[in-house]
């Protein structure tokens, strides 16, 4: 504290870096009011004379910023609307924020001393840009948010929205996804096979799993490239394989088995899907298997347990989280899916991507959004429950859960 | 057992040093024969009595049957249901046995014709390709010859369809003359009689299984099951062509058609059939059924030139006239062709070898150059994004660090297609990113930004999608650079850029070259968000591959195109396998 007091900058320092942001909101204000220029040159004076006021007559600073809050939210009311007041609101935070963390020295408290101004100015323009590309990482899928709310069949935020005013935002394209068939038999669609093939993959996977990680596996580098190829093998190109096998198969089980049409396409889609999740099932499992103590199963033996029963009652428990997290991954890659189930399902099996895709192609209705939103709120559940396995695994294998 | 299992010869791997202990244990135990009673020089033996070396064998040998016993499943589940559709695929990217199955008989008289003097081929390739050309169209397979003959050259697809419908004229202009010398040549009962023979006459089984095999091929179908007919053998050596063609006609009207033969006229080609053969057939020593039908007809048989095969083409269509169909029948005649892969490089099989294609239907090599360039892009973007955010990420302290993770995870785990979606709303003409522009006053409204359905929003889209598979990699290799090297570089004197750029950058390489690995693998494969975001300009080559499966039906095209791409990635995996390991791929 002290050290960072002691390096409380000037005021000029202050005033400057304080008029150079406010140049640049003067410059998008004054792009959106018709002159860039003068917006510059406004609010460099304003926000220069702003810090330099506070800094020189060392006004109480809570009272400050709230003056400031208040006095900057109003003048954007004034000029956009209720959107302009959140615009508003925001720069007069920041900025009151702004002028005391230089102004004070604040900027320089949780750095090293002996940074030279430079690598601080890197040090906070690095941070910038971090922010900038985590911005972009996730704006897009903030977006999607608000505009399913959207009144309007429009993929854009509409006037109304941009009020605040109740009247544009509305539930009707959750209604629509809930209530219009093809969507509601795409999700059912969705919901049989994503089960099915998980369970295929999980149980399969971790019996494989079990197997790979004994000590003396003859061929194991061949057998383990054969198990993971699924996830190696770009997807369209496993859709085209697969196009033309399931055809063929397809056409067996009908013509030869004489089974039910729409049973079969299931079957194929689900056997496809299955062998898609497995690769993520055998390496979150081996990689579970890994940290396991075999000791526990010779004890296990060593007390009378036969194999089954070490298995269900020694192994299973202690690599559940790991089987648990494959399945999750299993289960999002089926649910996830489009290509596969495009070649080669037929439209009895169409799944939720599949109408989301065509709906897509076609841009038909916003519900994709809302769509959209239930599905991040799904995936949003699903990296929670991961997250928390895999934590437990940790702590259960003594390590840190960081 | 689990103590001796790890002790055998060839089993130095003891995973663990718990293993090792029992193993010198077990050792200690077993391999000092003076304290436990074997003879010294004998073999050392187990508890049980066996040899050690025995026993040990067969411990491991049930070890090893037990992982691959857990294994089984699994592995044939995969074998069956992925590497087979696999293998098919690349079969069916070189296979071309349509031409040789739909056209049995032309492709052997083809094969004998010297296409270099420019000249048609000769009167039995016509003859050949007549009969064949019938059977085809009878069972609605000739269009399918016709358009993958059309890949090859424009225009053969709809000569085959026009032909199929015109065949019959041939027999049709000699039916007439027939009819007047006897009515009984138009009706069916008499055609059944003359071919059956009398009854218990000797049949030609031997004939009617060779056309029963040949239709199998065309037809695709088993044709299985009798048929309540079979050619006299006096009449298949009397009259051996037309025999052929109307056994040909009782196997399909019977099993495809479900008719009565002795009441269904025969087709069209048994009488061009009946006019060549009778041009030399003998039959004054005939004495089976219809035997005065036939004699009358040799009586008159000055009245009936043989066919000109040539000449009913010919009428059929100019095109038949030319060589150049013949020829490009006779390139693509082999069962297993180089010719979609040609295709697929922008070069086309003729005549005279491999040549370019035409200069506009040149567009794979360009796709395939376009798909590379972009995945480069993009993982070079990758790498310009991802690096900072994992850099962040390592030297931040740990539970802040987890908590930006969530940033880069959420978006890992969000659907594809919501994330494709999201960048269509926001990059659309009336998308968010102009419409915020717009209100900025940065772009005027008339003037809003093209940045979807070209090559930017392709790139931006899968920037953002491809973005954690960069970074998580990045992440895991930079976790494990030790921070005191970065110390003692800079308290040796060295600036800031020379700390990263000599001591921290070197270090990160692998975990760019890791996430650059995956990234672009997983870039040039993509399909779903350039199809919806890429428009025309920003496609890859996968979107042709699904254009050709689902649009063209050309399918051999689409497997060689598969094939190329799954090289280049398998190719690009053996790199990925000997920089991080495959057994180090990460999830989350």
């Known amino acids: 504290m002290s050290i960072a007091l002691a390096h409380k900058p000037g005021t000029q320092f202050t005033t400057a870096v304080t008029a150079a942001f406010g140049a640049f909101a003067g410059l998008l204000v004054g792009t959106s009011q018709g002159s860039a ?26 009272m400050a910023r709230w003056a400031i809050l208040a ?19 925001i720069f007069g935070w920041f900025f009151g924020w702004l002028i005391y963390w230089i102004g004070s020295g604040r900027y320089r408290m949780k750095l090293a001393p002996y940074l030279t101004p430079g690598q601080v100015l890197w040090h906070y323009t690095f941070r910038v840009i971090c922010g900038a590309i985590f911005v972009f990482l996730i704006t897009p899928i903030l977006v999607v948010m608000p505009l399913s709310f959207n009144a309007e069949d429009f993929f854009t935020f509409t006037p109304e929205m941009l009020r605040f005013d109740p009247e544009g935002y509305s539930l009707k394209h959750y209604r629509d996804f809930f209530t219009n068939n093809e969507w509601q038999r795409s999700f059912k669609n969705s919901l049989i096979i994503a089960p099915i093939a998980t369970v295929i993959s ?26 993971i190829s699924p996830m190696i093998v770009p997807l369209i190109i496993s859709a085209t394989g697969m196009f033309f096998f399931y055809s063929q198969i397809g056409n067996w089980m009908e013509g030869t088995l004489g089974l039910n049409k729409t049973f079969v396409g299931y079957v194929k889609v689900v056997l496809a899907h299955a062998v898609l999740g497995i690769p993520f099932v055998i390496i979150t499992v081996t990689a579970t298997l890994v940290g396991f103590d075999r000791s526990l199963t010779r004890a296990a033996a060593n007390m009378g347990a036969d194999p089954v029963r070490t298995f269900f009652k020694v192994q299973m428990p202690l690599i559940l989280p790991g089987v648990i997290s494959g399945g999750l991954f299993a289960f999002i890659t ?6 596969v189930v495009l070649f080669v399902g037929s439209a009895s099996q169409k799944t939720l991507p599949w109408q989301m895709f065509t709906g897509l192609r076609e841009q038909i209705s916003p519900t994709i959004l809302a769509v959209a939103t239930i599905l991040v709120a799904i995936s949003i559940a699903l990296l929670t429950t991961v997250e928390l396995l895999r934590r437990r695994s940790e702590r259960l294998r003594g390590m840190s859960p960081g | 057992m689990s103590t001796v299992s790890g002790t055998g010869p060839g089993t130095a791997d003891a995973p663990s040093p718990d293993d090792a202990l029992h193993e010198a244990a077990a050792l200690a135990d077993r391999d000092t024969p003076p304290r436990h009673g074997a003879a010294p020089d004998g073999p050392v033996l187990a508890a049980d009595g066996t040899p050690l070396k025995r026993s040990l064998a067969r411990a491991l040998r049930l070890q090893k049957t037990r992982a691959l016993m857990l294994i089984a499943p699994l592995l044939i589940f995969v074998l069956i249901s992925f590497i087979v559709p696999i293998a098919q695929m690349l079969w069916r990217s070189v296979e071309n046995d349509i031409v040789s199955n739909t056209l049995p008989m032309t492709v052997p008289e083809l094969a004998q ?13 016509f003859r050949a390709m007549y009969y064949d050309m019938f059977l085809a169209a009878e069972a609605k397979k000739h269009t399918r010859l016709g358009t993958r003959l059309n890949y090859e050259q424009t225009g053969i697809s709809s000569l085959f369809r026009q032909s199929g419908r015109k ?38 089984t031997a004939a009617l299984e060779a056309q029963r095999d040949r239709l199998r091929r065309v037809t695709e179908s088993p044709l299985a099951g009798e048929i309540g007919f079979a050619p006299s053998s006096e009449i298949s050596a009397l009259l051996p062509l037309t025999a052929q063609a109307y056994t040909d006609f009782a196997i399909f009207t019977v099993l495809e058609d479900g008719k009565d033969l002795a009441k269904t006229k025969p087709w069209e080609t048994v009488y061009p059939a009946l006019i060549e053969d009778m041009q030399t057939a003998d039959v004054a020593g005939y004495g089976g059924p219809r035997a005065g039908m036939l004699q009358a007809l040799r009586a008159g048989i000055a009245e009936f030139p043989p066919p000109s095969y040539s000449a009913a083409f010919a009428d059929i269509d100019a095109d038949w006239a030319a060589p150049q169909v013949w020829q490009t029948i006779q390139t693509h005649a082999r069962t297993v062709t180089p010719g979609y892969f040609l295709n697929a490089v922008d070069m086309q099989l003729t005549p005279d070898g491999a040549a370019a294609q035409p200069e506009s239907k040149q567009i794979l090599v360009k796709l395939f150059g376009r798909t590379l360039v972009m995945s480069l892009i993009i993982m070079g973007s990758c790498i310009l994004l991802g690096y900072p955010i994992a850099y962040l990420l390592a030297n931040l302290p740990m539970r802040t660090a987890n908590v930006l993770l969530i940033l880069v995870l959420l978006p890992f785990w969000t659907s594809l297609l919501v994330r494709t979606s999201a960048w269509k709303v926001m990059l659309q003409q009336q998308g968010v990113i102009n419409d915020t522009l717009v209100w900025l006053g940065l772009v005027a409204d008339e003037s809003r930004l093209v940045m979807i359905n070209n090559q930017f929003g392709t790139i931006v889209a899968m920037t953002h999608i491809l973005l954690p598979f960069m970074i998580l990699p990045m992440y895991s290799v930079m976790q494990t650079i030790p921070p005191s090297y970065v110390r003692a570089a800079k308290s040796l004197g060295a600036t800031n850029w020379t700390t990263f750029w000599r001591v921290y950058f070197p270090q990160s390489v ?19 968000t350039p199809e919806i975001v890429g428009g025309t300009k920003g496609v890859f080559i996968s979107n042709r591959i699904a254009y050709h499966i689902s649009s063209s039906l050309n399918w051999g095209l689409a497997a060689a195109l598969g094939t190329i791409l799954l090289a280049v990635v398998l190719l690009l995996y053996w790199c990925y396998d000997k920089i991080v390991g495959i057994d180090n791929v990460k999830l989350g």
């Open chain 1, 37 to 62: 220029l003068i917006g510059i040159v406004l609010g460099a004076v304003a926000l220069g004379a702003l810090a330099w006021a506070l800094m020189t007559f060392d006004l109480p600073e809570r």
């Open chain 1, 71 to 89: 006095v900057v939210a109003a003048l954007g009311l004034l000029i956009g609307g209720i959107a302009g007041l959140f615009v508003g609101l």
């Open chain 1, 202 to 227: 999980v149980s399969l996977g971790t019996l494989a799993a079990i197997g790979l990680s004994q000590s003396h596996v003859p061929f194991r580098r061949a057998i383990m490239a054969i198990l």
């Open chain 1, 334 to 339: 089926s649910f996830d899916e489009v290509v």
């Open chain 2, 113 to 125: 014709w010297d296409a270099s003097d420019g000249g048609l081929p000769p009167e039995p390739v």
């Open chain 2, 167 to 204: 065949l019959d004229d041939l027999g049709k202009d000699i039916l007439k003359p027939l009819r007047a010398l006897d009515g009984d040549w138009a009706q069916a009962a008499p055609w059944f009689e003359l071919m059956s023979g009398a009854d218990g006459a000797a049949k030609d």
């Open chain 2, 510 to 528: 692998p975990g760019i070259g890791a996430g650059s690995i995956l990234v672009f693998i997983l870039a040039i494969g993509y399909y779903i």
